[in-house]
């Protein structure tokens, strides 16, 4: 049996017998045939010796159990990190940054406490998966909607807590988050918010308390366990329609995006939408590339090619929830406000007066109608990913800079044609974009090593031009985690003072996003 790095085999031995006392024998995992279920099945590292292995796993039902387990960890310093349904695939999964970790494991922690339909909130445990919560509102009638992430078996507050993204008006899963519950390394339970008052009646409806706002300090961080989330969920509105616009050339990018961002700060568009290129897709099955290529056609040749195929440069679906009578509106002014940009078109699209029978062959469609799902499986083709995923700016000017960057990058390291991975954003914050890559891993070894080489160029290249990522790989937290380098990494140093306050002896997830105890920091193997 492995142990962590550090413990004697006998006083693992030892912590593993008190840990099954506080959560039940049978919850206690240390077969290789269990512990296998813990490692990223998508490794960039696969059968390699750098693939992060845990050393046990153990699964607690109650915060008390946790508490007890963070008070044992801390008896034997022995590392752990912590899970709620371990299904952040593409991020590293269920894996640990530190080989050797104890997986704390929450998937038994699912009780959805409340939903609120009448202010709009549930509050639910990290066990609790998106299709458990939507269950839970269909079956009660409840009307409100929630915000499911791509896919649905994973949790609401392991997605918010890393930020991740949907498709509706509340999208931003982390802002939609209001009142934690925290099992902080020494076993205290803290409660933030309006929850740190007795009996509070508003910590789910009111973020901010009295004082310093401490929520932000468990996003990504290492710095205590969640064990309960207040999350605001969505009125169920009346109404869904959707609509695209089409512009005709590459410079036709610039004004879309400022009236795109115009039109989402103004709060008439809402939800998340994906730029494309109907031309950049044809080019692709030419031989051509998503991205603008140092010895490829110049702009004034694509835009005769659009021209020629009669194929929009530029294109986006945008969605609309609420009253018929405003959604109607909001695209009549949608379409008013592009028209404005020569040669726009526009498509009418579905249009749902619930309750209605939904096109149910459409992922995209169902998850933003607030309905989980597994369907962005049939849209991977196949095989495992290495998510990247930098922020750049909301305008045109920034997506032609990443296509050239990006560009660059493709051409020195000499990829062929068909590894795309990804070229256009995605808006699933209202004031920013973000780029989606999905680099190929196998069981293939030197594909790994390529797809790692180009994951860390893929670094570098965004640092260069003021991007960075916002949630990366356990591999990669050291590398992205050195981009946020600003006066010599002194945001990394914070962190770093923080860790060693509140967890001395350095046992809640080593190395999450960077941020390493002290006894760790020279010695990370």
């Not at 960039?44 to 008390?64: H, I, L, M, N, Q």
């Not at 309006?194 to 401490?214: C, D, I, T």
């Not at 939800?271 to 031309?279: A, F, I, K, N, V």
């Not at 020569?342 to 096109?359: E, I, K, L, N």
Request: charge should be negative; glycine fraction near 10%; proline fraction near 6%.
């Amino acid at each position: 049996m492995a142990t962590p790095p550090g413990v004697s085999a006998r006083d693992f031995a030892r912590a593993l017998d008190e840990l099954r006392n506080a959560v039940g024998r049978e919850w206690v995992f240390t077969s290789d045939e269990d512990l296998n279920l813990y490692r990223d099945a998508y490794s960039p590292f696969k059968g390699e010796a750098e693939d992060r292995v845990p050393s046990a796993a153990v699964a607690p039902t109650t915060v008390e159990q946790v508490q007890a387990i963070v008070r044992i960890a801390n008896a034997h310093r022995i590392p752990l990190w912590t899970i709620s349904t371990g299904r952040n695939l593409g991020y590293g999964g269920s894996a640990p940054a530190y080989s050797g970790s104890v997986i704390v494991d929450l998937k038994r922690m699912n009780r959805i406490i409340e939903v609120n339909d009448k202010t709009h909130y549930a509050v639910v445990e990290p066990g609790v998966s998106y299709f458990d919560l939507y269950r839970y509102i269909q079956e009660r009638g409840l009307k409100v909607w929630i915000d499911p992430a791509d896919p649905g078996w994973g949790s609401p507050v392991g997605n918010a807590l890393e930020r991740g993204g949907g498709r509706t008006p509340m999208r931003d899963h982390w802002n939609a988050v209001c009142g934690l519950e925290v099992v902080l390394a020494n076993g205290e339970i803290l409660r933030t918010g309006m929850g740190a008052m007795e009996n509070s009646e508003v910590w789910h409806q009111y973020k901010y308390g009295f004082g310093p706002l401490v929520d932000g300090l468990f996003s990504q961080s290492n710095f205590g366990i969640v064990t309960r989330m207040g999350l605001w969920l969505m009125p169920s509105p009346e109404g869904y329609r959707d609509g695209r616009v089409n512009v005709a050339q590459h410079d036709d990018l610039v004004p879309f995006m400022e009236t795109y961002a115009y039109l989402m700060n103004s709060d008439i568009l809402r939800g998340t939408m994906l730029l494309e290129s109907p031309l950049l897709n044809y080019h692709v099955t030419q031989g051509g590339s998503f991205f603008e290529m140092p010895n490829g056609p110049s702009t004034t040749e694509l835009d005769r090619l659009a021209r020629e195929r009669n194929l929009p440069y530029w294109s986006a679906e945008f969605r609309f929830w609420g009253p018929p009578k405003v959604i109607d509106a909001q695209w009549e002014y949608v379409k008013e406000k592009f028209g404005a940009i020569r040669g726009s078109t526009f498509a009418d699209g579905r249009r749902y007066v619930f309750p209605a029978d939904v096109d149910q062959n459409d992922p995209t469609l169902t998850v933003a109608l607030g309905t989980p799902s597994l369907g962005v499986f049939g849209l991977l083709q196949g095989g495992g990913h290495l998510g990247f995923s930098p922020i750049i700016p909301m305008t045109g000017d920034a997506v032609f800079r990443a296509q050239k960057a990006f560009g660059r990058l493709y051409a020195e390291l000499a990829l062929p044609a068909a590894n795309q991975f990804a070229a256009l954003p995605w808006s699933y914050n209202p004031r920013a974009l973000v780029l989606l890559f999905g680099l190929p891993m196998s069981r293939d070894r030197e594909q790994n090593r390529q797809s790692r080489e180009i994951f860390e160029r893929l670094v570098e290249v965004s640092a260069e031009n003021g991007w960075a990522e916002y949630r990366t790989h356990i591999a990669f937290m050291d590398k992205v985690a050195e981009m946020y380098s600003y006066n010599d990494h002194a945001m990394r140093r914070f962190h770093e003072k923080l860790k060693d306050a509140v967890d001395p002896n350095g046992i809640l997830s080593p190395g999450k996003s960077g941020i390493w105890p002290q006894r760790l920091r020279t010695n990370r193997d």
